[in-house]
């Protein structure tokens, strides 16, 4: 399906302090392959499959389209990483997230509340997001629940595990 044209994502710092400053930015191509090692790794922790099995090139694809990281500052001990991810695609009848990570040693500190927030923010009033989820992956459904997303549908034996995925909207 062709996807529609890309919306506009502006880049913002969160200031907490000169450059000791947790900056919320869109993706770039080049954060490709530092996305994957963090998809890898939390592939690895989780318990349940998060989302299809895509190659680093598939990964770098997405990043030429809409999303956005949350890039440690270096000040932080973070060294310029990238802490958490999410990517999605504009359909045009709504946003709809593809993958969203944070990594694991970095979870648990407000990150992809962050982020989810700022996608909030950002979207066209109109425009609805759309996401799936294992239903048994228990952190990020109730971080989808306290964002105010409602299940919509599910797909029986969706996951390699025969887990369930469930269809959340955010209207
Ligand atoms: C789900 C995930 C993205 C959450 O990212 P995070 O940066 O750790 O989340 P935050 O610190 O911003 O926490 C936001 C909310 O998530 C939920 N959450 C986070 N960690 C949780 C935990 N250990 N147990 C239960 N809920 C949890 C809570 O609702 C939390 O809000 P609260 O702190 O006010 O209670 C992260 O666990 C992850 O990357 N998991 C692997 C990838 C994945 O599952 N992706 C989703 C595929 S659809």
């Known amino acids: 399906m062709a996807r529609s044209a890309a919306p506009k994502v502006q880049d913002t710092e969160l200031h907490l302090g000169l450059d000791l400053t947790p900056m919320i ?44 990281v949350f890039e440690q500052p270096k000040a932080l001990g973070g060294g310029g990483e990238l802490a958490a991810f999410l990517l999605f695609r504009d359909t045009g009848a709504a946003w709809e997230i593809t993958f969203l990570a944070t990594d694991p040693v970095r979870q648990g500190q407000g990150f992809m509340k962050a982020l989810l927030e700022r996608m909030r923010d950002d979207r066209p009033q109109e425009r609805p997001i759309w996401l799936e989820v294992h239903a048994e992956n228990v952190k990020a459904r109730r971080l989808y629940e306290q964002q105010g997303f409602e299940i919509v549908g599910e797909r029986p034996k969706y996951y390699a595990d025969g887990g369930t995925a469930l269809l959340y909207n955010l209207g």
């Open 25 to 68: 930015r869109s993706v770039r191509y080049e954060d490709a392959s530092h996305i994957f090692q963090i998809l890898e790794r939390a592939r690895k922790a989780s318990a349940v499959p998060i989302g299809p099995n895509w190659s680093e090139k598939q990964i770098a694809e997405e990043c030429r389209g809409v999303g956005y």
